[in-house]
């Protein structure tokens, strides 16, 4: 027979308890478990007055963007929608049945006042990976770095070119992006390449064509613990190569001095194999390279390559396969030189006379009178490089343990519905960025700590 649902909604009053409601095993209630509000508010204590209306509890408004970012909820007018209507958001959001949400308004003015005064979202991400290292959930021994591209929140029609000169109108008026890009061109007055076009929503946000048709966008970099994947760092750039790369030297310190743990280990791809990076990683910090390097030097067209010629590092010289020296200088200076060119390299060249009278000037330098061979300061960090690719433990482990960190952009593309920023400039994209590495940090934390963790897989502090 076929039932009929009794009239269910004619009660006037109702025994509930939320509590009782949310399995023991849900996602917010293991997360919950894992945020520590004490510290949070204490921090955010000197940023408040003590006289006037009570502010809206910031445990609160932290507490609804954890949920938005957790499940790929990126509208905040939604978010509240949602948070009215789910008994599970309401409970991790410590809410009545009854009671009222703040208005979705009241997060932009809390994130771009007291939340971004306050650094607070970073100081929730350094807690949140804390807890990771408590739970034993980083083991310090390998560390994987890797950028992606995200989509600045910007109309590419409303962009000039790079080359062109902007009236960006009087301060009063001009836009909280672009206050912040023009701030920060006053500060570094580094020169880096025009870009083609600007945008005249968000500046800072780079016009790139690097994964398919031109966009403008941001760069997030993450470094990851290889072993449980926990993201221990996050930095936000404009979507341009270098300002990547270079971010390795930030994170790595960043992660030092907050948590204490300096890896064996640093695995990237051909982007972080330039000199520079390995040399800071060799020669200063003292960590294994597994990046494949950038070699520029190899020639496919049957002529010698830099390899054919023997490197003295006793004698500072290369000799050539005609057994003739290549010298970085053959005359002598009063004042020594160190011979450094812009790009951080020496060129060490063979005698015109030698090169004229030789046999194997057709296979060496046909175009040229003489060969030349630019070296590179950090060509010995380079070479422990060399050595570390062709070993058993990069051909058979860290290929596969790189991948770990693009797997974390591919989770917080599809699965947090993350592929588009919702904040402009680079104060407001890296709070997005902090959010969704501690939503996935959190996430991840609540599914592993049901099983506990192998023991010997502690982060042990650096000595
Ligand atoms: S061309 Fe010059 S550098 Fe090249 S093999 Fe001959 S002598 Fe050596």
Excluded at 144 to 166: F, H, M, P
Excluded at 425 to 436: T, W
Aim: charged share 30%; proline share 5%; aromatic share 8%.
């Amino acid at each position: 027979m076929m039932g009929r649902q009794a009239a269910a909604q004619n009660e006037l009053f109702y025994e509930f308890n939320l509590e009782q409601h949310i399995p023991a095993n849900h996602l917010l209630r293991q997360i919950d478990k894992f945020l520590n509000f004490d510290q949070i508010r204490q921090h955010l204590e000197s940023f408040y007055s003590h006289t006037g209306r009570p502010s809206v509890d910031p445990e609160l408004m932290i507490r609804m963007l954890i949920v938005g970012y957790c499940y790929g909820i990126r509208s905040e007018r939604r978010l509240c929608e949602e948070i009215n209507f789910n008994l599970a958001y309401r409970w991790f959001c410590h809410l009545g049945l009854e009671d009222e949400l703040p208005d979705h308004s009241t997060f932009s003015k809390n994130r771009h006042g007291r939340f971004r005064e306050s650094n607070i979202f970073r100081y929730v991400f350094n807690t949140v990976v804390q807890r990771c290292i408590e739970q034993g959930l980083v083991k310090g021994e390998g560390f994987a770095i890797d950028a992606s591209l995200v989509k600045a929140d910007v109309n590419r029609q409303r962009a000039v070119r790079g080359t062109e000169v902007i009236d960006w109108g009087p301060t009063k008026q001009q836009s909280r992006p672009v206050r912040e890009y023009l701030k920060a061109l006053d500060e570094d007055q580094t020169i880096k390449t025009k870009p083609k076009s600007i945008s005249l929503t968000d500046p800072t946000a780079r016009w790139t064509a690097a994964k398919g048709p031109a966009i403008f966008a941001y760069s997030t970099n993450i470094m990851i613990d290889v072993e449980h994947s926990i993201i221990l760092d996050v930095e936000a750039t404009p979507g341009f190569r270098s300002d990547e790369v270079q971010s390795t030297k930030t994170l790595l310190e960043r992660i030092e001095t907050n948590y204490q743990i300096k890896p064996k280990r640093l695995m990237g791809d051909t982007a972080y194999g330039c000199a520079d990076i390995l040399g800071y990683l060799v020669n200063e910090k003292n960590i294994e390279p597994h990046v494949p390097i950038w070699e520029k030097s190899k020639r496919d067209d049957g002529t010698y390559s830099v390899t054919d010629f023997v490197w003295d590092e006793k004698e500072d010289h290369y000799l050539c396969p005609s057994g003739k020296l290549l010298r970085r200088s053959r005359r002598k200076f009063k004042i020594p030189r160190s011979g450094i060119t812009k790009a951080n390299t020496i060129i060490y060249r063979a005698s015109k006379h030698d090169c004229d009278t030789c046999e194997d000037k057709p296979r060496c330098c046909p175009n040229t009178d003489h060969r030349k061979i630019a070296r590179s300061i950090h060509e010995a960090a380079r070479d422990v490089a060399r050595a570390i690719n062709q070993s058993d433990i990069y051909i058979n482990k860290t290929f596969h343990e790189r991948k770990k960190v693009e797997m974390q952009f591919a989770h917080m593309k599809r699965n947090l519905n993350f592929d588009r920023l919702r904040l402009r400039g680079i104060k407001g994209v890296s709070d997005e960025f902090l959010l969704i590495a501690m939503a996935q940090n959190l996430r991840k934390m609540a599914r592993l700590c049901e099983q506990p963790p192998p023991t010997d897989s502690i982060a042990m502090p650096v000595t």
